[in-house]
Nanobody
Framework: QVQLAESGGGLVQAGGSLRLSCAAS????????MAWFRQAPGKERDFVAT????????YYADSVKGRFTISRDNAKNTVYLQLNSLKPEDTAVYYC??????????????????WGQGTLVTVSS
């Protein structure tokens, strides 16, 4: 089994930055893609970013491209999401997820088998 635990959320002013972390346990995730999704209040869950197991390739939603950066440290079994130039519309619960399939990039949430509990990011205007 895989357990994922996000941290790093909080309240930040528009234009500010945060770094989210997702620590994995139960299995080494270095061979597998990791992804971040988010769900704003009253809205559906949206894809944010994904990174290959090696960390060599990344893929972003258009809404965050150029502002957010996904990275990973396989030695720590951890994936990160750096959030810069935050906007009020970035307010959401952010979730990390992983899947064991080989396809990439996969942006559909229902293709991911393992999820963390989420961390709340609130951006004030």
């Amino acid at each position: 089994q895989v357990q994922l635990a996000e941290s790093g959320g909080g309240l930040v002013q528009a234009g500010g930055s945060l770094r989210l972390s997702c620590a994995a346990s139960g299995r080494t995730l270095s061979p597998y893609a990791m992804a971040w999704f988010r769900q704003a209040p009253g809205k559906e869950r949206d894809f944010v970013a994904t990174i290959r197991g090696s960390g060599s390739n990344t893929y972003y939603a258009d809404s965050v491209k150029g502002r957010f950066t996904i990275s990973r440290d396989n030695a720590k079994n951890t994936v990160y999401l750096q959030l810069n130039s935050l906007k009020p519309e970035d307010t959401a619960v952010y979730y990390c997820a992983t899947r064991f399939g080989g396809a990439w990039p996969v942006i559909e949430g229902n293709q991911y088998a393992y999820w963390g509990q989420g961390t709340l990011v609130t951006v004030s205007s």
